[in-house]
């Protein structure tokens, strides 16, 4: 007997867009104590309010890493 249409068709899955900030520290392999500190010395990633959620989007993710890689990039210089 065939299968159903409903049965067969496979649903697509929604893009995430932004992660929770466990999310986001599991993603990028850091502590959320350490995400803390990092927003606390305002180096942490941009942030959006979604009720009760603190979410980052993945476009805000993709800058703090540039901003940490070039930050990084900029103390090697330094110390040359």
Not at 11 to 26: G, H, Y
Not at 73 to 80: D, I, L, T
Request: charge should be positive; include cysteine.
């Amino acid at each position: 007997m065939p299968k159903s249409r409903t049965q067969s068709a496979a649903v697509p899955q929604t893009p995430r867009l932004a992660l929770s900030i466990p999310e986001f520290c599991d993603a990028h392999g850091i502590s959320e104590g350490f995400y803390f500190k990092l927003k606390k010395q305002g180096k942490g990633p941009r942030e959006m309010k979604v009720g009760a959620r603190t979410l980052i989007t993945l476009e805000s993710a993709a800058e703090w890493r540039r901003e940490r890689e070039n930050a990084t990039r900029r103390a090697c210089r330094g110390g040359n």
